[in-house]
């Protein structure tokens, strides 16, 4: 699913990284509220950063598939750097763009999910009911709306009566929501209980710190595994695994692309993978860049 689109500020523009930066702080100085978003092939949103009042609340990105998961700021950057990405930057108030920026906590409770006359009204009771915080994606009459819910209730907005397609006034809400009770739509839900939020967003951002930064480094000795990488056994102790086993690991280099490797431990490499001359020569990674790595879920 594609994240709601703000009021456009400018869309799908090509901006190279260095105009990219210069965009970032711009947006840090001047308080801003909303997103940048990276679209590929000027079609298929990729990531984005979401802005809260001038900071920068969360980096996402979203998979083949639409899946939404957090991503470090310079992972992000990294990626627009190397991929030629469109950028578009889309107005929100603060409010609907911290509760978008949690994305990549929610889940589908309702999918494609046709509402029946007079059922809206259950519908949002039971949302309220459950306290769930996301956004819903209402097709009726032949086009696209979209509502923010934050603790189970509908988020209006005191300045704007819509940002894009999010209706936000509370007068036209309530016209929407009568005119769906009495005409039906199709419903996309994608949120989350808010009992779950704090647990999800904890294993989110441990399973960010799990990935590691590390500098390539050519395996030296006679004797070389040709389809295994090692890294310092501190690397293992922190992914809670024992460093005597061969674990398998996902590396990514610098091209994006994801490789999966059989993987091995040892002492005094911190801040370095070491790789098999056949690996480097493989991947195409020289000495001294940085590809990041982590424990095959």
């Not at 108030?93 to 046709?114: K, V």
């Not at 199709?186 to 710190?209: P, S, T, V, Y």
Request: net charge neutral; hydrophobic share 40%.
């Amino acid at each position: 699913m594609n994240l709601p689109i703000g009021n456009a500020l400018f869309e799908r523009r090509n901006l190279n990284i260095v105009d990219i930066n210069i965009l970032v702080d711009n947006l840090i100085n001047n308080k801003f509220s909303g997103y940048i978003a990276f679209w590929e092939n000027n079609q298929k949103m990729k990531g984005g950063f979401f802005f809260c009042d001038g900071t920068i609340k969360n980096a996402i990105e979203l998979d083949e598939n639409g899946n939404i998961k957090l991503i470090k700021n310079p992972r992000l950057l990294n990626k627009i750097k190397i991929r030629n990405y469109y950028t578009s930057v889309y107005i929100l108030s603060a409010r609907i763009s911290e509760i978008l920026a949690s994305s990549y906590i929610y889940d589908y409770i309702y999918r494609d999910f046709d509402i029946k006359k007079k059922d809206f009204k259950k519908i949002l009771s039971s949302i309220e009911l459950d306290s769930l915080s996301g956004f819903a994606v209402i097709d009726h009459r032949g086009n696209s709306y979209e509502l923010v819910f934050s603790h189970g209730k509908i988020v209006a907005d005191s300045f704007a009566s819509e940002y894009g397609r999010i209706i936000c006034q509370s007068d036209k809400i309530e016209a929407f929501i009568g005119d769906v009770m009495n005409n039906g739509a199709r419903l996309n839900f994608f949120g989350e209980k808010d009992e779950n939020i704090d647990e999800k967003d904890a294993l989110a951002r441990q399973k960010l710190e799990s990935e590691k930064e590390l500098k390539v480094k050519k395996m030296g000795g006679f004797i070389k595994a040709a389809d295994s990488v090692k890294v310092d056994e501190l690397c293992f102790k922190d992914w809670g695994i024992k460093p005597s086993v061969t674990i398998s690991v996902d590396i990514e280099t610098s091209d994006g692309n994801v490789h999966n490797i059989k993987c091995t431990s040892g002492k005094n490499m911190i801040g370095t993978v070491m790789l098999p001359d056949v690996l480097i020569k493989k991947y195409g990674v020289p000495e001294g860049e940085t590809i990041y790595i982590k424990p095959k879920t």
